[in-house]
Structure formats: structure tokens, C-alpha cells
């Protein structure tokens, strides 16, 4: 009995999107599926006992109204896992395809995902709540329909922290884990192991992706195409007027803008995607799919932290060039739907991104140093600085942190107290005495400002806790032996970034890289 379910979600149940055609066939079985955005899938339960690892208490309360006490009762549990669905709920798999390294894979889709409702809360908000890793569909290629635990902890930690950050992002609701055996080759090499399955409960304000405009128009189905480009438009852009006949510029022109920023912003906080295929990448430009991610821990442009990527397409510091690549794709797949003169438009605004990107980039990280205003010479000074990061494998998150910490005049000594280990590093370096000199002349110009003033600007605005890969790895390690309390410790300290937690640095978590996690690597293994 669903009631106590139902009641406790004071917002409107929206089952589905009903005005997008949905496939015919609704038997669940690997197909090539032609002329609709959606099929029929209904998610498949879990054979074994599932038990609850976490759950987003913001998300609960403040995206789906529900009471945290909700997520204790067996009906939560059922619902998060996919065991059962809310009366009326039409589950779906979206079709979607993408260019997947450079190069066009034809159908993707939702192999392993559930669209389970659209959900419209108390704020007049619509969320889609999405299974992920609950079993197969028609999407599912060669895939068995699950996620592995490793995986979900990973996505749903990164998930939220990313939320924490300020970045744009899907957010995660839930993570259950069961005793299922899944078999996954995590590093693709003959090694087939055992491990469980499990379930994401992932929610944002559409998954619609590059991906899903490609399918349509790589097989000229262009009325459907523009069947849903209106429904994006519609639904999620409202600056644009869905009856405006420049509207497919006007859409063009913000999904560029806001790839852009949003690059700009995982660049500020050494995040690398992993995996910036065009099916990875949002039409609302926030992140999605977390799968081989990794926040740069020594500085490097060349940090890939995917080890299925061996041409290091998708390195931290190509992430921009991909954003342009993806965006041309996104332009090719509506360019069906252009005039000539709109074509000429679009072209131009793609043109304008590489400005776009830089102007946004050079914000943040002026803002990371602390710089007011505007001086000519402050690009030379973020280049000075990250060239000597590099040089010095300098960490990332806290050489910028620590710069946020420490005192001008401890800086004008030259006289970098231990406790600053990631500064102690690059003070090493013979040029380091020069960017001081630079840096505290430029700070002299912030107009009113004062060092404490700057210190508790730079310290809101640069985390001292990032998901590192050895973070998120040690918390794992203790979830596949049944003990939480890491994810949960992790929980709490990512909602909080920015401010020092007792226990996060008890667990060194703002600490160089533990010996154990220098070679540790991730794949698309999930």
C-alpha cells in the first residue's frame, strides 16, 4: 500500500511526460528503437535484502518534501530501490545517443536507468526523479541494467558536494545497497570480480542531454526533433518564447553561455568530468553522470583521471576545447531546424564561446586569489601562479586554500609556516619570492580592503574539503565491509566545505595524499 507514501509528498505527483511520444513496444528487451523519446521500462527488483546506506536529508526536505523520518519506513525503501513505483508512476527509459570520444556511437539511452515520476514540490519546482542501476531496458546493450556499490558512492557523495560547491548539479536523494552479485572488469584487464549491486535515487530538473537531440536528428526524425526542442524550451528556458521563430537561436545561444560558465566553474575547483561525451552533457548545462571523475589533487593540465581514456581526450585541461566540440555537435543536431540567416547567427554565438569561457575563468579565479577590480597584469599573475603550482606538483584545492589562510606579512617574510604544506612547496621554488612581490602589489590595490577582509573572502570561496579520489575510495573500501560511517562522515563535511570540521582533519582529508592512494585509479568500470 502506497498511502503513506503518497501523502507524505505534499507537492504533485506528475507521472510522466505525456506529451512526448513513447515507444510502442513495451516489452523490455535490447532493441534499436526508432521515432519516440521514451520506452516503457519498468525497473527490476533486487532478489536479495536491500539496506539503506545514505540519504540527502536537503534533498528529502527541501526538493521533495518529505520528513527525513520518511526514509526510515519500508516503503522508502522499496520506492528508492525500485522494487515498487508510486501509484499511477509510468516508468521510463529515455532513447538518447552521442558522440562518445570523439566519435559517434549511435543508440545509448538509459541502459540502467529509470525515469520513476516528475515530481512538482511546495515551491512550484518540477523535479525528475530517475533509479539509477535499477536493471535493464531496452537500452541496455551488452549491460546486465546495474551499478555497482563503488560506483554509487561515488556519485551520490559527488553528487551533493558538488551542490556544496556552488556547481550546478544533479543532486542525489538516496543510496541503497543490496547483496546481488554483480560482476564487473574494473580496469578492463581479465579481472572479473564480485561485487554488489545498488541504487541511486538521483533527481534534477531534466536529464534531457546533447545526446537526445543527436539520436533525433542523425536518423531525420525532425519533427520529432523539434517536438521536443519545443518541450525543452517550453518547460526550461523561460526567457525564450516557444513561439518566437528565433526561439532555437535564443535556446542555442544560453545553452552556450552556461557550458561555458560551468566549465569555468569545475576548472576553479580542479574538477575533471572523466567523461565529456555529448551523452554526458546537459541541455541545462548542469553536471551529470558522475562516473571516472576526480578532483586534481598535484597540480596538472594533463590530470586525466579516467584510465579507460588513453588518448587523455578528456584531460582537465582540454575540458574547454570538449565543451566547444560538444556544443558544434548540439549545433549539428538542430541545424536541420535553422534558416540560413539563423544558421549564421548560431555559428557566430559558438564562435563567441572560447570568450565567454576565459572571461568566466579569469573571474573565479581572480576572485580565488582575492583580486579587486580589474588590473592588466592579473592574468600574467594566475598564470604566474599555476605555472609554479605545476612546476612544484603543488595540490591544488590547498595551495588556494592556504593562500586564503595565511597572513600578507607571513607572505612578505617569506616565512611559510608548516601548517601551509601545499605554500611550503611551491616557496621552494626560486620564482616563488617574485610572485609574492607581484601578488602583495596587486593586493594593494584592493580598493577598502584589509588582510582579514581578504582572508574571510578567499576562505568562502576556496573548500578546504574536496571528494579526492583517495577520499572517496577510503569511504568506499569500509562501505563494501558493511561500515557507513565514512559516507556519512563524508556527508557532512562535503555540505560544508568551506569550513573546518575536527573530524575531517582528524582523517587528514586537508592533508597531503596518503602513500597508500598515490597510484590509485578509477575507470568507466561502474
Not at 545498488?198 to 526524425?221: D, M, N, P, Q, T
Not at 579565479?365 to 603550482?389: N, R, S, V, Y
Request: aromatic residues 10%; hydrophobic residues 40%.
Amino acid at each position: 500500500m502506497w498511502l503513506p507514501l503518497a501523502c507524505a509528498l505534499l507537492g504533485t505527483w506528475l507521472c510522466n511526460p505525456a506529451v512526448l511520444p513513447i515507444d510502442p513496444v513495451k516489452e523490455n528487451y535490447v532493441r534499436k528503437v526508432k521515432n519516440c523519446i521514451f520506452s516503457v521500462a519498468l525497473p527490476t527488483p533486487f532478489k536479495s535484502r536491500v539496506h539503506l546506506v545514505a540519504v540527502s536529508k536537503e534533498v528529502l526536505e527541501d526538493i521533495l518534501d518529505l520528513d527525513l523520518s520518511v526514509s526510515e519506513t519500508e516503503h522508502f525503501i522499496q520506492l528508492v530501490s525500485g522494487e515498487k513505483i508510486v501509484f499511477g508512476s509510468i516508468p521510463l527509459a529515455h532513447r538518447y545517443g552521442g558522440h562518445q570520444f570523439g566519435i559517434w556511437a549511435d543508440q545509448l539511452g538509459d541502459g540502467r536507468a529509470h525515469l520513476i515520476g516528475i515530481y512538482m514540490n511546495r515551491q512550484g519546482e518540477k523535479w525528475e526523479l530517475q533509479l539509477k542501476g535499477s536493471g535493464k531496458t531496452p537500452y541496455s546493450r551488452n549491460g546486465d541494467g546495474r551499478a555497482v556499490l563503488r560506483s554509487s558512492v561515488r556519485e551520490f557523495l559527488c553528487s551533493e558536494a558538488m551542490h556544496y560547491l556552488g556547481i550546478p548539479t544533479s543532486r542525489a536523494a538516496s543510496l541503497v545497497v543490496s547483496d546481488d552479485e554483480v560482476w564487473r572488469d574494473q580496469f578492463y584487464n581479465g579481472n572479473i570480480v564480485k561485487e554488489r549491486g545498488a541504487v541511486v535515487l538521483r533527481v534534477a530538473k531534466s536529464w534531457f542531454r546533447i545526446g537526445s537531440l543527436e539520436i533525433l536528428a542523425h536518423y531525420g526524425e525532425l519533427d520529432l526533433l523539434r517536438t521536443l526542442l519545443d518541450f525543452i524550451i517550453q518547460e526550461h528556458f523561460p526567457s525564450v518564447d516557444v513561439k518566437e521563430p528565433n526561439r532555437y537561436v535564443g535556446f542555442f545561444s544560453i545553452v552556450v553561455s552556461k557550458t561555458a560558465q560551468l566549465i569555468a566553474l569545475w576548472m576553479s575547483v580542479g574538477f575533471a568530468h572523466g567523461v565529456c561525451n555529448t551523452d554526458n552533457f546537459s541541455l541545462l548545462s548542469i553536471t551529470i553522470d558522475y562516473g571516472p571523475f576526480g578532483f586534481m589533487e598535484a597540480y596538472n593540465p594533463d590530470f586525466v583521471p579516467n584510465t579507460s581514456d588513453d588518448e587523455r581526450r578528456y584531460k582537465i585541461g582540454n575540458q574547454a576545447n570538449i565543451g566547444m566540440f560538444n556544443l558544434n555537435k548540439l549545433l549539428q543536431a538542430i541545424n536541420p531546424l535553422l534558416d540560413p540567416g539563423q544558421k549564421q547567427l548560431t555559428a557566430q554565438i559558438l564562435e563567441g564561446y572560447p570568450v565567454l569561457y576565459y572571461r568566466r575563468f579569469r573571474e573565479l579565479f581572480k576572485t580565488k586569489l582575492g583580486l579587486l577590480g580589474d588590473t592588466e597584469g592579473d592574468d600574467d599573475l594566475i598564470a604566474f601562479l599555476l605555472h609554479l603550482m605545476e612546476e612544484t606538483e603543488a595540490d591544488f584545492t590547498m595551495t588556494f586554500r592556504q593562500l586564503s589562510e595565511i597572513t600578507q606579512s607571513q607572505l612578505q617574510e617569506l616565512s611559510v609556516p608548516q601548517q601551509f604544506w601545499a605554500l611550503k612547496m611551491i616557496s621552494k621554488h626560486k620564482l616563488f619570492p617574485v610572485w609574492v612581490s607581484q601578488y602583495l602589489l596587486r593586493l594593494k590595490s584592493n580598493m577598502n580592503d584589509s588582510d582579514s577582509k581578504r582572508r574571510e573572502r578567499m576562505t568562502t570561496v576556496n573548500p578546504r574539503y574536496v571528494l579526492k579520489n583517495w577520499v572517496a575510495e577510503s569511504a568506499v573500501q569500509k562501505a563494501e565491509r558493511n561500515d557507513f560511517s565514512e559516507v556519512r562522515l563524508l556527508q557532512q563535511v562535503l555540505r560544508h566545505p568551506f569550513q573546518k570540521h575536527p573530524a575531517a582533519e582528524r582523517a587528514g582529508y586537508a592533508s597531503p595524499t596518503p602513500s597508500w592512494a598515490r597510484d590509485l585509479r578509477v575507470s568507466c568500470s561502474s
